[in-house]
């Protein structure tokens, strides 16, 4: 990843935000832009948690779709991870 500034007057906002802020630069160009963001109705962090989301989700289709096509005497469940009589693991 990488975000290479041209811009001489944006950088000497970003650099004048991170000694204002005391943080990095990057990590000032985070916090107005997280602010910008909310500013405008969008939250960030709920976007990516959306998207992680969906991302589980379709993994889960997956292996479901995958689990699907192994014959039920074949599948095994947590009963058999455990001896019957001891029920210590097997």
């Not at 004048?16 to 963001?37: D, K, P, S």
């Not at 599948?75 to 058999?80: A, L, N, Q, S």
């Amino acid at each position: 990843m990488s975000l290479n500034i041209k811009n001489e007057r944006v950088h000497d906002l970003a650099r004048q935000a991170a000694e204002t802020l005391g943080t990095t630069m990057t990590g000032a160009i985070e916090v107005a832009l997280t602010r910008l963001l909310a500013e405008e109705g969008v939250d960030a962090d709920e976007r990516r948690r959306r998207e992680k989301d969906a991302r589980i989700e379709a993994t889960l289709a997956r292996i479901a779709a995958i689990v699907a096509q192994i014959p039920p005497e074949n599948r095994f469940t947590v009963e058999d991870l455990y001896d019957p009589e001891t029920g210590l693991p097997a």
